[in-house]
């Protein structure tokens, strides 16, 4: 089975400070994603990533960076957290032998005070 | 612009019968279709996935349709039973060859005892 971690299931960071959200994969996957889900507007892809150090931004890339250094390691960084980030964070990976479904982890429900 | 809606917030069904969401799409040529479940607090899990040249997928009690011309994806479940209560998202991905996912809102579907 595919297994996919997030470091935190609850984090709570104030106004300005950097937050690192972590997601790893154990399946080899090349792809890896970043969303955010808020109710009301679903699903929507922050930013994605098709190989090592390789990125491409998905509809909402503003105020968030990432960084994929490991196959199995994807990181979300908000550079400088707003209370508009306030929000659960999912992150997916997908590309098991050619197949296009998404393994989603738990989600991290962050607030921003 | 590309737009995904799935027919209504909120569905609820009497258990044993069976149960039918929508996913209608708008300026879309998606070479394939999936469907996902998604617990409260949980991260989506895939469902089904359904190629552009394919009509119809079954799984157990599960079954979709994909008509391009209509551009429409049915959901079915028979025999609904409680444990099917969850809200289901549909997914399209956003071109031939591309791993890139656009979510709808999704349904919450309510099966009563």
């Known amino acids: 089975d595919v297994k996919v971690t997030q470091s935190s299931r609850y984090l709570v960071k104030r106004t300005g400070e950097k937050v690192f959200l972590e997601c790893v994969q154990d399946m080899d996957h090349e792809n890896m994603f970043w969303y955010r889900q808020d109710p009301g507007l679903g699903l929507r892809l922050i930013y994605f990533s098709y190989d090592v150090k390789m990125k491409e931004k998905g509809d909402i890339p503003e105020g968030y960076s990432v960084s994929r250094e490991k196959k199995e390691r994807f990181s979300l960084i908000l550079e400088s957290a707003s209370t508009n980030q306030t929000s659960m964070y999912l992150c997916?990976?997908?590309?098991?032998?050619?197949?296009?479904?998404?393994?989603f982890g738990p989600g991290t429900r962050l607030t921003v005070t | 612009s590309q737009k995904i809606e799935q027919n209504s917030e909120a569905l609820n069904i009497q258990e044993g019968k069976t149960a039918t969401l929508t996913c209608n799409y708008t300026?879309?040529?998606?070479?394939?279709l999936q469907w996902y479940r998604q617990d409260p607090g949980r991260g989506p899990v895939f469902l089904l996935l359904?190629?552009?040249?394919?009509k119809e997928k079954r799984k157990e009690r599960l079954k979709v349709t994909f008509d391009t011309t209509l551009k429409q994806s049915l959901f079915h479940i028979t025999a609904s039973q409680p444990a099917d209560s969850a809200t289901y998202l549909c997914a399209l991905g956003r071109g031939a060859g591309s791993y890139q996912l656009t979510f709808g809102k999704g349904t919450k579907l309510s099966v009563i005892p």
């Open positions: 997916a990976s997908s590309g098991e032998q050619g197949r296009y479904e998404q393994y």
């Open positions: 359904i190629r552009e040249n394919e």
């Open positions: 300026n879309y040529s998606p070479a394939y």
